[in-house]
């Protein structure tokens, strides 16, 4: 995928940059810039006015200096590694990510909070499933699934633009993404949630059962 100058990465996310040192030889910044997670309304949902929009109000800052002289000419692959489509999904599921209260927690999958003796979703070791991820809330919230890595077929409706493998994704403020995962290897319990650690702390965490023997 080529990106123009920027790329969004949510706590958790990783991504493998190629930068082409095609400018004139010099020093250049590798920058974090300001991002809207839109907290603000986060914050005037659950009935509190507040108008602090963490990070938007931040000012950018360098992360790494890339240094390079005159350019040569380096020998690149034609491709990347490629990844193996998943096959058709045995099932499909669905995640709410929103606000609320539930047994005192407010971030909330499905209307619950997290609860460490209920086991939130069940699948059968060996299958392929797709899972809509939709976000109802007025904040980006980054979702991050355990064990098994999955594909991101989608975002709002809009085909994802490349093919890999991924842990966590971003599902931004009223939006869903489409993944596609396949449970290998391990039964057992693990869990999904938020990569925000206090969202995760405050309730918006299930835990997910791969099942060995038939459901
Ligand atoms: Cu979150």
């Given amino acids: 995928m080529e990106l123009d100058t920027d790329l969004i990465l ?27 997670r839109g907290i603000a309304d986060m914050m005037s949902g659950m009935g509190r006015q507040h108008h602090h929009r963490a990070g938007v109000n931040e000012a950018p800052y360098t992360l790494a200096r890339l240094s ?5 000419t ?20 669905e ?14 999958i499905n209307g619950n909070g997290f609860e460490h003796n209920r086991i939130d979703t069940t699948v059968q070791l060996g299958t392929v499933e797709d899972w809509r991820i939709i976000n109802k809330a007025g904040m980006d919230h980054p979702f991050h699934i355990h064990t098994n890595a999955f594909q991101v077929l989608s975002q709002n409706g ?3 633009p490349f093919q890999g493998w991924k842990d966590v994704v971003n599902v931004r403020a009223y939006s869903s993404v489409d993944l ?11 869990v999904y949630h938020c ?17 060995s023997t038939p459901l």
Avoid: W
């Avoid at 190629?18 to 920058?31: D, F, K, Q």
């Fill in 95 to 108: 995640f709410v990510l929103d606000h609320g209260i539930s047994q005192g927690q407010f971030f909330l």
């Fill in 74 to 93: 380096v020998p690149l692959p034609k491709m990347l590694l490629p990844t193996v489509a998943l096959p058709a999904p045995v099932r499909q599921r």
């Fill in 195 to 211: 990569h925000i650690l206090d969202h995760e702390d405050q309730g918006m965490m299930g835990i997910l059962e791969m099942q």
């Fill in 158 to 160: 809009e085909p994802f």
């Fill in 10 to 36: 949510a706590p958790g996310e990783r991504a493998d940059l190629l930068v082409a040192g095609s400018r004139e030889p010099n020093t250049y910044a590798v920058v974090s810039l300001p991002y809207d």
């Fill in 180 to 190: 596609r995962i396949a449970f290998n290897d391990f039964p057992g319990k693990t």
């Fill in 68 to 72: 390079y002289g005159e350019p040569t």
